[in-house]
């Protein structure tokens, strides 16, 4: 019996591929929304997510009043996140705001496993993280094999995007490359920590490294970290 499966998971305008936003109850109490992802038997089952229109692969999209990614927790598979082309959202997590008002946040993300890779936005956008002007969230990598790309433009590896803070990352284990924007004329990003600062300086956030950490974490970007 085959025990791998593939699943291609492609989000509608403003939607994430996959939908962990934040939501709002009738009495108005913010309800956190979660997923958990197995890898299956063998820890070989692929997800490829693709998020809508400046909406993140995983995570939450764009919404013209705001919006936050809720939990999203990694055990395993081969799971691939990456936004359209020419967008402002993260790999996972955040989607692109409407204005300084109205951001999309990356919330909380734990990987404890498996394969995966996440490409920020085109145009601003963490790999894992923040989109455009949003917050990083917190960020949370325990094992398996984690490759983040941020934008060229301005996005950090692991953190922040284009005006957006490095929030809090914390690396105990697995193997983690992290390439933040390149592109020195566009401002570039940080491997982990802040996006391109914009308008103003901003909090690179906080990076932690587990003092048993024996694993390989290789940054590379423009700014902090």
Known sequence: MDDVADLMLQGGFESAGIDVSVATSESGAAITNSISIYGQRKGTGVLDTRGGSNSAGIGCGQDEGGNTAGTVVIHGGMVTARVMDECSAAGIGGGCGYGPEDVSNGGTV????????????????????????????????????????????????????????????????????????????????????????????????????????????????????
Not at 126 to 148: C, E, K, L, P
Not at 214 to 219: F, M, N
């Open 110 to 225: 734990i990987i404890n496993g498996g394969k995966v890779t996440a490409y920020g936005g085109e145009y601003d956008g963490a790999g894992i993280g923040a989109g455009y002007r949003g917050d990083a969230g917190r960020i949370t990598i325990n094992g398996g094999q984690v490759y983040a790309v941020g934008c060229p433009a301005g996005g950090a590896g692991i953190g922040g995007a284009w005006g957006s803070s490095g929030g809090a990352v914390a690396v105990n284990g697995g193997t983690v490359i992290a390439i933040g924007g390149t592109d020195a004329e566009m401002g570039g990003g940080a491997g982990i920590g802040a996006g391109f600062p914009g308008e103003g300086p901003l909090d690179p956030g906080t990076f932690t490294l587990d003092p048993n950490y024996t694993e390989a974490c290789i940054v590379t970007g423009i700014g902090a970290i």
